[in-house]
């Protein structure tokens, strides 16, 4: 059980333009989401808490207009990552966490790879 | 806010012998401590974690250890194996927001 998957594994764009990855947890509900981002040879830095049906909170330094988060399902959260530039090329991944009796365990995505060209 | 210090970066065994791995954190509102073994390429998976109510755990090859006091906590591998070469992260977090703070990493290598 609680398994996460994420779409797509790894994806090349152009500069300039927006590319949407989804994160879903597929056998729990998930009331929390969160989005870490991954540069080579580096840790995971916390990008945003993502809570169904709200905003989602983003961490210092973490741009909101750039960094677009729904998590419109107790199953779904997306992130868009708009006008991408080569400096957003990483390693994107997710974790859920169904907060069922205050559990904190997270369950991460298999992540997905940004290339920005 | 939170921030968690991890040390050594690096970290090259025998096969057989033990590896350490420690960790600080800074928010003494912190009360769960995960560690996470990460392949190249591959998600975090987690292989142990203890909670501040907790002084010790184990589990087989395994152990975690925390010092409530001193604000750290420790990752013991013993017998070590060839699989066990991976980067390993410690976090931190507290109930107030469930957010996991990661380590920088210790890039563990087993020597045959």
């Known amino acids: 059980g609680a398994v996460v998957s994420q779409h797509p594994s790894w994806v090349i764009c152009k500069s300039g333009t927006s590319v949407k990855i989804e994160c879903r947890s597929l056998d729990f509900q998930a009331t929390t989401m969160f989005w870490y981002r991954q540069f080579p040879k580096q840790s995971l830095m916390l990008m945003a808490t993502s809570n169904e049906g709200s905003k989602a909170t983003y961490e210092q330094g973490v741009e909101k207009d750039k960094f677009l988060i729904n998590h419109a399902s107790l199953t779904l959260s997306t992130l868009t990552v708009t006008s991408a530039h080569p400096e957003d090329s990483s390693f994107y991944i997710c974790s859920a966490s169904p907060m069922a009796g205050a559990s904190y365990e997270q369950y991460f995505g298999p992540g997905t790879r940004l290339t920005v060209t | 806010g939170e921030n968690v210090e991890q040390h050594p970066s690096t970290l090259s065994v025998q096969e057989g012998d033990s590896a350490v791995i420690k960790c600080t954190y800074s928010?003494?509102?912190?009360?769960?401590f995960p560690w996470y073994k990460q392949e190249l390429g591959k998600r975090p998976q987690l292989i142990i974690d203890?909670?501040?109510?907790?002084g010790e755990k184990k589990d087989q090859r395994i152990a975690v250890t925390l010092n409530k006091t001193a604000k750290h906590f420790s990752l013991h591998i013993t017998e070590t194996q060839p699989e066990d070469s991976a980067v390993y992260f410690c976090a931190a977090s507290m109930d107030s927001s469930y957010k996991l703070i990661f380590g920088s990493g210790t890039r563990l290598l087993v020597r045959p």
């Open positions: 928010d003494s509102a912190s009360n769960y």
């Open positions: 203890i909670r501040s109510n907790v």
